[in-house]
Nanobody
Framework: QVQLVESGGGLVQPGGSLTLSCAVS????????LAWFRQAPGHEREFVGA????????YYAASAKGRFTISRDNAKNSIYLQMNSLKPEDTAVYYC????????????WGQGTQVTVSS
């Protein structure tokens, strides 16, 4: 079992920055990849980006590339989502998710943290 807890959400003005954290606990040695998803009201949950837990390789959705950065701190069993140049359309609940293999689905999810971009 893997537990994920997000934090760091809040209200930010357009053009501002925010960093989300995801603390990973439980069977961390089984984790292959950690990802960030988001879901805006009335929209389906969408992939933001991901990081390979062991190697550190990252990849992003087109909407996040160039503005968002995912990093990890293995010592703290945490990943982070640094978001810059935020836009109102980035408003959503952001979720951390984990999968235990390259061909596995995301079986573990956090509770989400709200990000609101508004003036």
């Amino acid at each position: 079992q893997v537990q994920l807890v997000e934090s760091g959400g809040g209200l930010v003005q357009p053009g501002g920055s925010l960093t989300l954290s995801c603390a990973v606990s439980g069977d961390t040695f089984s984790v292959y990849e950690l990802a960030w998803f988001r879901q805006a009201p009335g929209h389906e949950r969408e992939f933001v980006g991901a990081i390979i837990w062991g190697g550190g390789h990252t990849y992003y959705a087109a909407s996040a590339k160039g503005r968002f950065t995912i990093s990890r701190d293995n010592a703290k069993n945490s990943i982070y989502l640094q978001m810059n140049s935020l836009k109102p359309e980035d408003t959503a609940v952001y979720y951390c998710a984990a999968r235990l293999g390259e061909t596995r689905g995301y079986d573990y999810w956090g509770q989400g943290t709200q990000v609101t971009v508004s003036s």
